[in-house]
């Protein structure tokens, strides 16, 4: 998919707050050459206090949210992150994060960068394997890498400088204050010169010593701040970029599996295992707990084995499912409101919203690569939780930890997927079973089937309004219950979440410290309700939040036009945050709001806070029927959005270049789950089974005109940014629609009622034949 027209802007003409500096510990490692860590104590990242606003009482989220949280989770091993000066004067690091294509090895790199004085190209990122000692440290979601490395990451390049210069000053026989530091080398006043690289070993140190040093204002940031391209764009284009499925390992084959028709289906015979095996290319088949595995010589070969398995199949976890069972079980579990209309005395708005399943499959699907023996295990995958794939597979194979080693490849995308290691964990089950490294990819349709959804979800709110005034505002979500099987990162918290009673907990937990309301509206409360464990579900860049805010800010356009507002308007004065009305006050004026359209198209409008970042959007949709009536082959076109302006104050943007991009998949995504994107449950399985049928924001449906403003620095530090813009978008596309069409929208995506408009694939054979016809089906 092209990218659409857009322009961005950065509204520079601001400076952040002043800071009080502080003096941060960290340590000088005994290596052979300069390495260098950090020691972040409680206070250096403490959260903000959210001011209390009258009429309503801050919730949760506002005082102490879940990023917060995840923060003071890395706190104890901070001091486990190193930096290493290698003698060929560049900087080596390790990020025990997972990098799926929201950019943070360029934002790590530039934060190193920053501090060292050395050129980002002279930066090596690469992806840390599993590392247990780090505990919470190597969870990679809820929009909090660069949050969390923030200050660590720049202590530790700040204390390898000072180190630099210290030794800098012995080579040259100056005072380490008369030098300076430039891209790598060390000048002294006389003119005199030395690289990092010539210091690297001698500033090593032969003992841990802890030191002090203070980060650079941000008054002085010559990197921090300004726009960067990625440190890995080149490869990428080009083909270089090395995925999971591109490593090379000895001897491990391309490896699929037959599924079950229905969602887990378990295997209760197989008729023509051996004849599988004496196919062209296939050297096993075996059974495995989620299907029957063939290992092949191609990919092409393995599908053909899995189409010619004749398996008889038990039933599954939601056999007999349909949207309209599920829909019934939500609403049996919504918890009451508990406001009464007053007739006499209050007005209300009473809404209940529905929510379908979305898919979960990222471009990259499910693959890992494992090398299974009789005393060790190997892994190769993308992984945003490999301590937790590390300890789960050893428990698995019956081997201790240590003997399993997990090694993160960079991925395909995720938010959300790569939380779970579904595909690492099957592959290391059919390695174990056939003797031998298997390389294992999942097939599309497996991954829309068999793979993690977003949950189906109602959200149910009632507001009411006397005098002019929102006097209380109930949401009650309900939700099929969300997997948080991978915890926070180690096996502690994952076995918890997977515990009949843990896993609610843990769900609310989430839920609370992630949902906030912007808006004054007096006795507020937002609850969560789950049920159904039946389904393979996930995070989907978000949680609940693109849901939560959909039905809220529809409600505001609803409080807006019964009490006679302007829907701009009415969410300035009720807004608690200066931050936030910034962003809705620069879209509506980008976006020239209130401007006169023709009938069947409108503006909507609307905020998200979250993370400690705010983002507004503003947005154009046609609903006009030569617009809707589009034919193009294969594909549904339905209404456009055709403009949209989106502001966004993340604190401070590390990278603006790379928050542009963030914002613009975020609205892409806004707008699929929206209008065009969900899944159709039907008889106990996904009618889904391709991005051919499922709908996703395409080039005939992104907006024509797209406008991203980066807000001036705020906060002196980031907020999270990868999830922040599809509430946002969802919620904007939503009211522009109800605007357009006269109609508030309830049911998510909006032509999940229509005719399904694609036949959809068997379940029997569980997957398609390789296509033969590719270059007359592209545009």
């Given at each position: ?312 199949w038990g039933p599954g976890s939601a056999e007999d499912a349909t949207d309209a069972t599920v829909l019934q079980e939500l609403r049996r579990a919504e918890l009451p409101l508990v406001v009464p209309p007053l007739d006499l005395l209050t007005k209300a708005v009473d809404a209940r919203f529905t929510f379908h399943f979305a898919s979960n499959s990222a471009l990259e699907t499910n693959c890992a690569i494992a090398d299974v023996r009789a005393d060790s ?403």
């Amino acid at each position: 998919m092209g990218a659409p027209p857009r322009s961005q802007r950065h509204e520079t003409d601001g400076e952040p707050r002043e800071f009080t500096r502080r003096r941060f510990l960290g340590y000088v490692v005994a290596a052979s050459t300069l390495t260098v860590a950090a020691q972040i104590g409680e206070e250096a990242l403490a959260p903000a206090q959210a001011a209390a606003a009258v009429p309503s009482v801050p919730g949760p989220a506002e005082i102490y949210d879940l990023n917060d949280m995840l923060t003071h989770a890395t706190l104890p091993t901070a001091n486990l992150i190193t930096i290493r000066i290698d003698s060929d004067g560049t900087a080596s690091f390790a990020l025990p994060r997972a990098e799926v294509g929201q950019g943070i090895t360029t934002s790590s790199a530039m934060l190193i960068a920053e501090e060292l004085d050395l050129p980002v190209d002279r930066i090596r990122v690469t992806l840390a394997d599993a590392r247990p000692e780090l505990l919470f440290n190597q969870l990679t979601g809820g929009s909090n890498t660069t949050i969390s490395t923030y200050t660590p990451i720049r202590v530790a390049a700040t204390i390898a400088r000072g180190r630099l210069l210290e030794a800098a000053a012995l080579e040259l026989g100056e005072v380490a204050g008369s030098l300076t530091a430039k891209a790598g080398i060390i000048t002294s006043a006389t003119g005199r010169s030395v690289t990092y690289g010539e210091l690297a070993e001698k500033a090593a140190s032969g003992s841990t010593t802890q030191v002090s040093v203070t980060l650079k204002e941000p008054s002085a940031f010559k990197v921090i701040g300004v726009g960067h391209g990625r440190v890995d764009a080149l490869d990428a284009v080009t083909g270089r970029k090395k995925f999971a499925m591109d490593l090379h390992v000895p001897d491990a084959l391309p490896a699929m599996v037959c599924r079950p028709p229905t969602i887990n289906g378990t295997v209760r015979s197989v008729e023509n295992l051996d004849a599988v095996r004496a196919m062209p290319g296939i050297t096993d088949a075996v059974r495995i707990s989620t299907g029957v595995a063939v290992r092949g010589r191609t990919f092409g070969q393995c599908i053909d084995a899995v189409r010619a398995l004749n398996v008889t199949w038990g039933p599954g976890s939601a056999e007999d499912a349909t949207d309209a069972t599920v829909l019934q079980e939500l609403r049996r579990a919504e918890l009451p409101l508990v406001v009464p209309p007053l007739d006499l005395l209050t007005k209300a708005v009473d809404a209940r919203f529905t929510f379908h399943f979305a898919s979960n499959s990222a471009l990259e699907t499910n693959c890992a690569i494992a090398d299974v023996r009789a005393d060790s295990a190997e892994i190769w995958a993308s992984l945003k939780s490999p301590i937790v794939a590390q300890e789960q597979i050893a428990l698995q194979l019956g081997l201790p930890a240590t003997a399993v080693k997990v090694h993160v490849t960079e991925g395909g995308g995720s938010f959300g997927r790569k939380l779970f290691h579904d595909g690492a964990r099957e592959a290391a089950e059919i390695s174990r079973a056939v003797g031998k490294p298997v390389k294992l990819m999942w097939h599309r349709t497996d991954d829309f089937r068999q793979g993690r959804t977003h949950p189906m979800a109602t959200s149910r709110v009632r507001a009411t309004y006397a005098l002019g005034e929102v006097l209380t505002y109930e949401q009650r979500h309900t939700s099929v219950a969300t997997d948080f099987g991978h915890g926070l990162g180690e096996i502690i918290t994952s076995e918890a979440a997977q515990l009949p009673v843990g896993d609610l907990t843990f769900s609310e937990t989430i839920f609370t410290l992630t949902q906030q309301s912007p808006y004054n509206f007096g006795v507020t409360t937002q609850l969560l309700s789950e049920t159904d464990k039946g389904f393979n579900t996930g995070s989907m860049r978000n949680i609940y939040s693109p849901n939560v805010r959909c039905a809220q800010e529809l409600v505001v356009d609803e409080l807006a036009k019964r009490m006679g507002k302007d829907p701009y308007a009415f969410r300035r004065q009720y807004l608690k945050e200066e931050r936030a009305r910034a962003v809705l006050e620069k879209v509506a004026e980008v976006g020239k709001w209130g401007r006169a359209m023709p009938a069947g198209t409108a503006q909507g409008i609307a905020i998200h806070p979250e993370y400690h970042a705010f983002v507004a959007v503003l947005a154009e949709i046609d609903c006009r029927p030569e617009t809707t009536g589009r034919k193009i082959r294969d594909a549904y076109t339905g209404p456009r959005v055709t403009k949209v302006v989106c502001a966004v104050d993340v604190g401070l943007a590390v990278n603006p270049r790379g928050l542009e991009a963030q914002m613009m998949g975020g609205i892409s995504d806004g707008i699929a789950i929206t209008l065009s994107s969900g899944l159709h449950l039907q008889n106990g399985h996904f009618l889904e089974g391709s991005w051919d049928n499922y709908f996703y924001t395409r080039q005939w449906n992104t907006p024509p005109e797209l406008e991203i403003i980066v807000m001036p620095a705020t906060t002196g530090k980031p907020g999270g940014a990868g999830e922040l813009a599809v509430a946002g978008a969802m919620a904007a596309v939503a009211c522009a629609y109800g605007r357009a069409t006269g109609t508030m929208p309830t049911a998510f995506p909006v032509n999940h009622g229509e005719p399904l408009g694609f036949e959809p694939l068997p379940t029997t054979p569980p997957i398609p034949a390789s296509p033969t016809d590719g270059l007359s089906r592209a545009y």
